[in-house]
């Protein structure tokens, strides 16, 4: 009579094969998963922006207006000499209301400047945040930062300010086509004869890090509560994504500055943070553009590859270009 034994285990080498399926099977599936994350992610990124374009809008229905890039403190008239050097309230402040941040609108105290307000409205906003980006705090400044910005046209941040982008003694006029967000100025949709569906209302931007070789610096990239220069104003000087540097207050190590140029968030310090210089491009971590929502309301997906005439034609409001290109 003869004996067998049974097998109670796997071989060496039949293991390894499992393994090696089964690592297969993950790299064949872990794209797809991510996809499906980045899909879900991407989503979510374009609700926040048609949601904070329709908050625009409400603000408009109730106040006849669109709200102020940034209001000066004590106000003055939108029609006044360039530059303006005083405290001021950020643009996310006056839609606190339709956004369904009653409290925080509650405790904003219109007298005071963005640093000397309760610190319970300086803290991250989901509808603020888009999820393929990390969110950061600002521990220092007491507040955090967020991705979606307002359209501040084609130009620079001060050149915004002026009828005559060259010529920045003279006054605000409020028919010239420019961006419908400035500085004390919030346009009257009867000014945006290009159309509330041709012009762009919210932009994404890339929350840029908050530390120089672990000294806290003023990189503003991606604060909402703060208006100063290359805060949340996203000029179309310069395609989605584009590698060209933000002019703006950034990192001053050079291996810093070539981290976030390695990281999408290209920075070149702007000198005294000079008002007339500044810019910052619409950035995100989509592959391959930004979303964006219109002053109609409506939101879509911008590609990086789009041509530069049409994304800055879509920052103005009363020029007449012809965008049906996009």
């Not at 500055?257 to 007339?276: F, K, Q, Y």
């Not at 994304?311 to 012809?322: D, I, N, P």
């Amino acid at each position: 009579m003869r004996y067998f034994r049974s097998r109670n285990a796997f071989t060496l080498v039949e293991l390894l094969v499992v393994i090696a399926i089964i690592g297969i099977l993950v790299a064949l599936l872990l794209p797809a998963v991510q996809a499906a994350r980045e899909a879900a992610r991407r989503s979510a990124c374009q609700n926040n922006v048609k949601q904070l374009s329709l908050a625009v809008l409400n603000f408009e229905s109730q106040y006849g207006r669109l709200p102020e890039g940034a209001l000066g403190r004590p106000p003055k008239d939108v029609n006044h000499a360039y530059p303006q050097v005083q405290p001021r309230t950020p643009f996310i402040a006056f839609i606190f209301s339709f956004i369904e941040q009653n409290e925080r609108a509650d405790l904003w105290d219109p007298d005071k400047d963005s640093y000397s307000q309760d610190i319970a409205t300086h803290g991250p906003l989901a509808v603020m945040h888009c999820q393929s980006d990390q969110q950061i705090l600002y521990p220092t400044k007491q507040d955090a930062k967020g991705n979606y910005g307002i359209n501040w046209g084609e130009w620079t941040y001060g050149q915004q300010l002026a009828p005559d982008p060259t010529d920045r003694t003279q006054v605000i006029d409020k028919t010239k086509p420019y961006a419908p967000f400035w500085l004390e100025y919030g346009a009257n949709i009867a000014h945006i004869t290009d159309g509330t569906s041709n012009t762009l209302c919210m932009m994404e931007m890339r929350q840029a890090p908050t530390t120089d070789s672990g000294t806290p610096t003023f990189d503003r990239r991606g604060r909402i509560w703060n208006d100063d220069v290359s805060s949340y104003q996203i000029t179309t000087r310069y395609e989605p994504n584009s590698t060209t540097p933000d002019f703006a207050a950034c990192p001053s190590s050079a291996s810093e500055v070539l981290r976030m140029a390695e990281d999408g968030i290209p920075c070149t310090s702007n000198p005294g943070n000079a008002a007339n210089t500044g810019y910052m491009s619409a950035r995100s971590l989509h592959p391959g553009g930004v979303m964006v929502s219109f002053i109609d309301g409506s939101s879509r997906f911008i590609s990086d590859d789009i041509d530069l005439t049409v994304w800055r034609a879509y920052s103005t409001k009363s020029r007449g270009e012809v965008t049906d290109t996009l």
